[in-house]
């Protein structure tokens, strides 16, 4: 894998050295290429300090001869089977931007049957995939090479809540704040340059006996 060789030279030139830090970054890669990662042995050696991923022969062997064809069929005459892998693997990427933003920023259109909301619906998931790319490269310009997906579910613990604490008084203070990042978070908001205090905290008094 290319994302194998960049690492192995990172490592061999010096700019990254932590065991953690390298550690931390084959996790990534695992989590970014499981199906392709179960093949390999990829491993830190602390002592000598090299850095090895070696196939794992008969895992692979086995793999080929349960696994079966893949086939991309196109009307593209003009491509090669390279470039064909590779436009499809942009339409995945992009489906996977279309997902992440339709389910949880809730924008799902249902009934599209006029031209405005087609082409609107269209921009924000145009919109959705410049986001998620822009994020990736963000991340791999700081040497962390990981996905939008990955990114997402480091993250889904990191959630605003409402607390309500009602008084003798009859009346309900509601307080809107953030909980404390956790140290995966400060780390993502540190490469990302985001505050880690996502909203100010909030309170707001209401007043349950006052009539409409």
């Excluded at 970014?32 to 050696?45: C, F, K, L, N």
């Excluded at 405005?116 to 090479?145: N, S, W």
Aim: net charge positive; with cysteine; hydrophobic share 35%.
């Amino acid at each position: 894998m290319a994302d194998l060789d960049k690492l192995a030279k990172r490592v061999a030139n010096g700019r990254l050295v932590k065991p953690e830090k390298i550690g931390e970054a084959i996790g990534r890669l695992k989590e970014r290429y499981p199906r392709v990662a179960r093949y390999y042995d990829i491993a830190y050696d602390t002592g000598s300090k090299t850095f090895s991923a070696q196939l794992i022969p008969e895992k692979y062997e086995k793999a080929v001869t349960l696994h079966g064809s893949y086939l991309l069929k196109t009307d593209r005459k003009d491509l090669t089977a390279e470039e064909a892998w590779r436009i499809y693997n942009l339409l995945t990427r992009a489906e996977d931007a279309f997902r992440a933003m339709k389910s949880p920023l809730a924008e799902r259109p249902i009934f599209l049957q006029l031209p405005h909301p087609v082409d609107t619906h269209i921009f924000l998931c145009v919109l959705a995939y410049h986001l998620l790319v822009a994020i990736e490269k963000a991340l791999r310009d700081k040497g962390m090479y990981t996905s939008f997906s990955a990114v997402r579910q480091h993250l889904k613990t990191h959630r605003v809540s409402t607390i309500i604490l009602p008084t003798d008084e009859g009346r309900l203070l509601k307080i809107r704040k953030p909980s404390t990042p956790e140290p995966e978070h400060r780390e993502l908001y540190r490469l990302l340059d985001v505050p880690e205090q996502v909203i100010t905290p909030r309170k707001k008094w209401i007043d349950t006996n006052k009539t409409a």
